[in-house]
């Protein structure tokens, strides 16, 4: 079964910023677009591709090849590959095998070839508060810290890497739930108005509950030219990277977890209490955090698309090939780019009900536009996805999704431990946060009816 999208092509983002106020524009980091195609051609050089890769989809009726929102054309049309099988057909008869056994061997086909490998040994991170204020949030005191992660960079001296962290907390409360955020401390440099409704901040502190919020790019810029930089450079002492070594999408995640480290320190947080949130290509980064860090709690998986909860064999929506394009592969493992050339989607290992699959039995809600407003992120492929998961949520004892045919918008789909719902706001989570708190509440604080 099946899914969608991260923001907007590259493309298409960067004309509708054209029409943004200047100082907005301003903010954006600029990329070295001659750096990121170098790069991608070095990386194609050292898996041995010698011919271009396939295109990736494009809204442009003049590009060579146009999205396809055909449902009739969207498939999947190959069989998806089988969480509860393994290689040699064998079933996975119960949960320790699956834990001990099938659960390794897809993480493993994952680092090979989509997310890359974590070093053994990466940097260490050092937090320290930079800043501490007091404030009313919602109508209750609150206490914000600002929180600087120093990398240890005492093997590569001139690769300098600081985690940007913003912690939010109840000044009444301690052992306080939180959710973390991928996004940005300060708002978006993108300028993009904010969602219609109540603010999720707002929401959260209302509950009794803190928030964090850590920025991504703090972690690993997004930006193909910058990969001898970041948390990925500084691991490999600024050398290029092997194909199989870790991408943006998954230092994100990694990000994440050093996050949660320091939620551990932290007394007006209870870390066994937190949940993650990201929308687009940070909904992608977020998934891949629930997939990987156990630590987390429920996440909120927001219009993350191809790369996220979105099937890699669903022909609708962005796909494959767009990911391991010049703007976009650096969030991949090197390894990734072989399947838009000379490979295809259907010869990956994996597929996205797999990543899915990884971290039950966690509940996770998967959140995104209707089929329209967010027809990129491919909802019904995101929904197909949720489904195919559903066996191994069951195997571990956990509540699938509970249903199979894709429902109309506005349908709140949540008695599992999976839950799905398009809203009508288009590319952002923002409608979905009430339903989203009240699924997290469930698990966040359960003795509360």
């Not at 603010?199 to 959260?204: F, K």
Request: aromatic letters at 8%; a neutral charge.
């Amino acid at each position: 079964m099946m899914v969608g999208r991260s923001f907007l092509p590259l493309s298409l983002a960067l004309a509708l910023l054209a029409l943004l106020a200047p100082a907005a524009h301003a903010q954006l980091p600029q990329r070295d677009v001659a750096a990121g195609r170098a790069e991608h051609a070095r990386m194609l050089k050292s898996l041995g591709i010698d011919k271009p890769l396939r295109p990736g989809v494009s809204y442009n009726k003049a590009a060579p090849r146009i999205v396809n929102y055909d449902e009739a054309k969207a498939g999947p049309f190959s069989l998806l590959p089988d969480p509860l099988s393994f290689p040699d057909g064998r079933p996975v008869a119960d949960a320790e095998a699956w834990w001990k056994l099938r659960r390794p061997q897809i993480v493993e086909a994952y680092a090979s070839e989509e997310h890359g490998r974590v070093p053994r040994h990466a940097p260490k991170i050092t937090w320290r508060v930079v800043k501490e204020t007091h404030a009313v949030r919602a109508g209750v005191p609150v206490i914000e810290k600002r929180l600087a992660g120093q990398a240890d960079n005492s093997r590569a001296p001139s690769i300098k890497v600081s985690l940007d962290l913003l912690v939010v907390t109840p000044e009444a409360k301690t052992g306080a739930p939180l959710i973390l955020e991928f996004g940005f401390p300060d708002g978006s440099p993108w300028g993009r108005p904010a969602p219609a409704g109540p603010d999720w901040r707002d929401l959260v502190i209302a509950r009794g509950w803190g928030y964090a919020i850590l920025d991504p790019t703090s972690v690993q810029a997004d930006d193909p030219a910058k990969l001898n930089q970041g948390i990925i450079g500084l691991a490999n002492r600024g050398k290029p990277r092997r194909p199989d070594d870790w991408g943006a999408l998954r230092a994100w995640a990694w990000g994440a977890s050093r996050a949660l480290d320091y939620f551990e320190t932290d007394p007006a947080i209870d870390p066994k209490r937190v949940g993650i949130e990201g929308l687009s290509r940070y909904g992608k980064g977020a998934l891949l955090a629930m997939a990987y860090e156990p630590r987390l709690a429920v996440g909120l998986i927001a219009s993350s698309g191809e790369g996220g909860a979105k099937l890699h064999r669903r022909r609708r929506g962005e796909q494959v090939e767009n990911l391991a394009a010049e703007g976009e592969h650096h969030w991949m493992a090197g390894n990734f780019l072989k399947y838009a050339g000379p490979l295809t989607a259907d010869d990956l290992p994996v597929d996205a009900h797999e990543l899915i699959a990884l971290v039950a039995p966690r509940p996770l809600f998967i959140s995104v536009g209707n089929d329209e407003a967010d027809a990129w992120c491919d909802p019904r492929g995101m929904f197909m996805a949720a489904v195919a998961a559903g066996p191994v949520y069951r195997l571990l004892g956990a509540k699938d999704l509970g249903a199979t045919t894709f429902p109309a918008p506005l349908t709140l789909i949540a008695d599992g431990d999976l839950a799905f719902r398009q809203h009508e706001g288009g590319h952002t989570p923002g409608p979905n946060w009430p339903s989203f708190l009240d699924f997290a509440a469930r698990y966040l604080e359960p003795g509360k009816k």
